[in-house]
């Protein structure tokens, strides 16, 4: 950021302080501590900006609010907060890292021997990497959260299709991600199933299976031929990447992120129809990409993802699959790494590489590679 910035609305750059917002690195010390380690950002919103994120910030932790569903912002299943093992946004469990999101407001009084130096209302919420992840996209481009197809500051990558595609079944996915499903697919005319079992799957539906702790969409995905598992998506949560790796391993085609957006879900139905050979990554279970070639008449920009830690690699495909749009590929690069092929004009090559660094964060090697240039 610039100076000028610095001391403006990150968002609208305008004068007025509404709030500030910081983003904190911790690390777990005991079973039930955590210790901050880095201050990540911390970020000036003017009153308007500041107003709506506090709105976003309560409205994660009440799931009955009204008008937030196809927002893609992550909610809690309860109301109830679980402790400082889950994330206090998606209610996934936490490993050994998170960050805090704290909202301070401006108008607000010092207080001495406080850590925030100020008494009110505050809003803390220690998260995973992936609902991270959500405030940054969402602080770069509010747009991006509140439904747009559109983004201006990056012109063609902003737009997505919605082709043509057939019928859905659902199998133990959360309340909240079969919502969407139905949205998205009454509004395409489709029809949407529950099932509860895999033999009810029809030939040429598309399945979303919710996976889980005790390996059900291992269990789902098994138990079909090799065609039919073509055509599964298996929908995970951060703390649910076991289960989601096996199955992909027995030969499910990809996996969605949890909670669902229509951009996904209209990638998924492009990919299922999809006959030519996989090959699948043995550590987690992705598919392989292929050369970058041009599709859907816009180039290829290929990137290669590497993490210091090789077991960050799936939950790295997680996040990268929750926020580029859904036709945009993710998989896996066969050599340890994850692989992302996003379709657009080459000339936004530089703007991607700057959304893949927010969107990942730090301590993840980017790598672009040779742009596939669409037919002019």
């Keep these: 950021l610039d100076?000028?910035?610095?001391?403006?609305?990150?968002?609208?750059?305008?004068s007025e302080h509404g709030g500030s917002l910081t983003i904190t690195s911790e690390v777990r010390a005991t079973t039930a501590t955590w210790n901050a380690v880095s201050s990540l950002d911390e970020l000036i919103l003017c009153e308007t900006d500041y107003?709506?994120?506090?709105?976003?910030?309560?409205?994660?932790?009440n799931p009955d609010m009204a008008g937030t569903a196809m927002l893609g912002m992550p909610m809690r299943e309860t109301p109830d907060m679980l402790g400082p093992d889950h994330c206090d946004c998606c209610q996934s469990e936490l490993g050994g890292h998170a960050s805090t999101i704290e909202l301070v407001p401006t108008s607000q009084e010092y207080r001495r021997g406080s850590r925030t130096h100020r008494q009110g209302a505050l809003r803390r919420l220690r998260v995973c990497r992936q609902c991270l992840t959500w405030w940054r996209s969402a602080l770069d481009d509010p747009s991006a959260v509140l439904g747009a197809g559109w983004r201006e500051t990056e012109g063609s990558?902003?737009?997505?299709?919605?082709?043509g595609h057939g019928d859905a079944a659902t199998f133990s996915?959360?309340?909240?991600?079969?919502?969407?499903?139905?949205t998205t697919m009454e509004a395409d005319?489709?029809?949407?199933?529950r099932i509860s079992l895999s033999q009810a799957l029809y030939a040429g539906e598309v399945a979303f299976v919710g996976t889980g702790k005790k390996n059900r969409a291992t269990v789902f995905v098994k138990s079909l031929d090799e065609a039919s598992r073509r055509r599964i998506a298996v929908v995970a949560r951060p703390d649910q990447l076991l289960d989601a790796s096996q199955a992909l391993k027995w030969g499910a085609r990809e996996m969605l992120a949890s909670p669902l957006s229509p951009q996904q879900l209209i990638g998924a139905f492009m990919r299922a129809g999809s006959t030519e050979p996989l090959r699948r990554d043995a550590e987690t279970g992705l598919v392989i990409l292929g050369p970058a070639e041009?599709?859907?008449?816009?180039?290829?920009?290929?990137?290669?993802?590497?993490?210091?830690?090789?077991?960050?690699?799936l939950e790295l495909a997680l996040s990268a699959r929750r926020f580029l749009r859904g036709y945009d590929e993710v998989g896996s690069d066969g050599a340890g790494g994850v692989s992302i092929y996003v379709y657009c004009d080459g000339a936004h090559a530089k703007r991607m590489l700057a959304r893949i660094e927010l969107l990942i964060g730090p301590?993840?090697?980017?790598v672009p590679g040779t742009i596939a240039r669409a037919a002019a």
């Design 363 to 366: 301590g993840v090697q980017i």
């Design 51 to 61: 107003a709506r994120f506090t709105a976003f910030a309560d409205a994660m932790a």
């Design 173 to 182: 996915i959360r309340p909240r991600d079969e919502a969407i499903l139905a």
């Design 3 to 14: 100076e000028v910035r610095m001391d403006r609305c990150i968002i609208c750059e305008r």
């Design 157 to 163: 990558v902003g737009g997505w299709m919605n082709p």
């Design 189 to 193: 005319g489709r029809s949407l199933r």
């Design 294 to 313: 041009a599709r859907y008449g816009q180039s290829c920009l290929p990137f290669r993802l590497k993490a210091r830690d090789s077991t960050q690699m």
